[in-house]
């Protein structure tokens, strides 16, 4: 169980610990004119740089409650947790390796 679990009763962890819930990964934040934006057609590019070493936020309803690193395993590309926001105007708190 982490931290942030063990405060919460044992009552709600049952009750509302299995509720799915829409988890957002923003890889890169791109700037844009308006009018780039408006000539965008079907099969355009839009270059996102080098992300290898960008840390990516992940979020839900826009809230932002971790930052991990982007990795790719078996194929498929994951995040790896490196820290956690622990409430609203927190910081990231950086993970123990």
Same mark, same amino acid.
Request: glycine content about 8%; cysteine-free.
């Given at each position: ?12 962890? %049952? ?15 791109? %700037? ?66």
């Amino acid at each position: 169980m982490s931290a942030s679990q063990a405060s919460i009763p044992p009552a709600y962890q %049952r009750r509302f610990g299995r509720l799915p819930v829409e988890v957002s990964v923003e890889l890169v934040r791109v %700037r844009m004119t308006a009018g780039d934006i408006a000539s965008l057609d079907i099969h355009d590019v839009i270059p996102l740089g080098d992300l290898t070493d960008q840390p990516v936020a992940l979020s839900v309803r826009g809230r932002i409650f971790a930052v991990g690193d982007l990795m790719v395993a078996d194929k498929s590309l994951m995040v790896k947790l490196t820290s956690m926001v622990s409430g609203p105007g927190d910081t990231p708190q950086d993970g123990e390796e």
